[in-house]
C-alpha cells in the first residue's frame, strides 16, 4: 500500500510539472512573439528616418567649378541643421558610376567629358518631405557655383505614403496580438488553476478564505508570469545577438535604447495576465458548487 500511494503521489508531481513547464513554454511563446512585435513597432520612426536619411539630394556643380570649391561649398552645407551628411562626387567617380549603370564606351561621343562634380546630400529624417525638400532646394540652388539641384520627387511621395500605412497596419497588427495574447495566457493559466479546482472546494469547504485561497495561486501565477517572461526576452536577445553577428547593419536601422523598455514591457505583462487571470478563476471556482466540479 505504501509503496503504491508513494508511485502515485511521484506520477501526480509529475504530471503537475510537465503542466507546469507546459505552461510556461506556452507564454514564453506568446511573450517572445510580443516582445518581436512591440521591438518593431516602437522602431517605426527609426526604420523611416533610416529609409529617408539615406535617399540623396544631388548639388550639381557649373562645369567650371573645381574641386577646392567644391569642398568648400560642402563644408557650407554641412552647417544647415536639416544637413546630415555630404559627400563629394568628382567628375572621375561620377565617371565611374556613370560607366557601371550605362556601360563603357558611352563617353565616347562627347570630346570632353559632361560629368560635373557633384555633392550627395542626405538630410535629416524629419526633413524628407516635400514641403521641406523644396525649402531645401530653394536654399541649395541660391548657393554660389551651384547649377542644379536633383532629388526623385516620385520617391519621396511612395516612401512618406507608404510609411504611415506600415505605420497603421502596424499598430492594428500589435492591438490584435495583444488581444491574442491576453486570450491565449489567460486560458493557459485558467486550465492550470481549473486542475485543481477539487482542492479550492475543499478548502472553502473548510471554512478558508477566499484571500488566503488565492494566497497560494497568486503565488504560483507570479512566479509563472516571471519565469515566462524572463525565458521570453532571453530568447529575443538571443535573436538580436545573432541578428547582429550576421548583419552588423541591423543597429544602424534600429534604435537599441528601447530594448530595456521593451523588456520591462513584457515582463510586467507576462505577470499581470498570468496573476489577474489566476486570482479570477480561483474566486470562480471558489463559488461552484460540488455537482459542477465534475463538468
Not at 501565477?221 to 515566462?228: D, H, P, T, Y
Request: hydrophobic share 50%.
Amino acid at each position: 500500500m505504501g509503496n503504491d500511494a508513494s508511485k502515485s503521489g511521484k506520477t501526480v508531481r509529475k504530471r503537475l510539472a510537465r503542466s507546469y513547464i507546459t505552461s510556461v513554454v506556452s507564454i514564453s511563446l506568446v511573450l517572445f512573439l510580443v516582445a518581436v512585435v512591440l521591438f518593431f513597432w516602437v522602431n517605426i520612426k527609426s526604420i523611416s528616418n533610416y529609409f529617408k536619411e539615406n535617399s540623396v539630394v544631388s548639388v550639381i556643380l557649373t562645369p567650371e567649378a573645381d574641386e577646392k570649391e567644391a569642398l568648400e561649398l560642402r563644408n557650407d552645407i554641412l552647417q544647415f541643421p536639416f544637413v546630415r551628411d555630404a559627400v563629394y562626387i568628382s567628375k572621375e567617380q561620377g565617371q565611374k558610376e556613370m560607366e557601371e549603370m550605362l556601360g563603357k564606351g558611352f563617353l565616347d561621343v562627347f570630346e570632353s567629358s559632361p560629368i560635373p562634380i557633384s555633392l550627395e546630400v542626405n538630410l535629416v529624417g524629419e526633413y524628407f518631405a516635400t514641403d521641406s525638400l523644396k525649402m531645401v532646394k530653394e536654399q541649395f540652388a541660391a548657393m554660389p557655383k551651384v547649377r542644379e539641384v536633383t532629388y526623385q520627387e516620385s520617391l519621396v511621395e511612395a516612401l512618406n505614403s507608404n510609411l504611415d500605412k506600415i505605420g497603421l497596419i502596424a499598430a492594428a497588427v500589435i492591438a490584435l496580438l495583444l488581444f491574442i495574447s491576453v486570450v491565449l495566457i489567460g486560458n493557459t493559466v485558467r486550465l492550470n488553476v481549473y486542475s485543481k479546482r477539487f482542492t479550492i472546494h475543499t478548502m472553502r469547504l473548510v471554512g478558508a478564505r477566499r484571500s488566503f485561497i488565492r494566497r497560494p495561486f497568486s503565488r504560483q501565477a507570479f512566479w509563472q508570469g516571471a519565469v515566462s517572461a524572463l525565458l521570453a526576452v532571453g530568447c529575443f536577445a538571443a535573436l538580436l545577438y545573432y541578428a547582429w553577428t550576421r548583419t552588423g547593419d541591423i543597429f544602424g536601422v534600429f534604435s537599441l535604447k528601447v530594448i530595456i523598455p521593451i523588456f520591462a514591457v513584457v515582463f510586467v505583462f507576462g505577470i499581470l495576465i498570468c496573476v489577474i487571470t489566476s486570482m479570477f478563476m480561483v474566486n470562480k471556482l471558489a463559488d461552484i458548487s460540488k455537482d459542477d466540479l465534475y463538468l
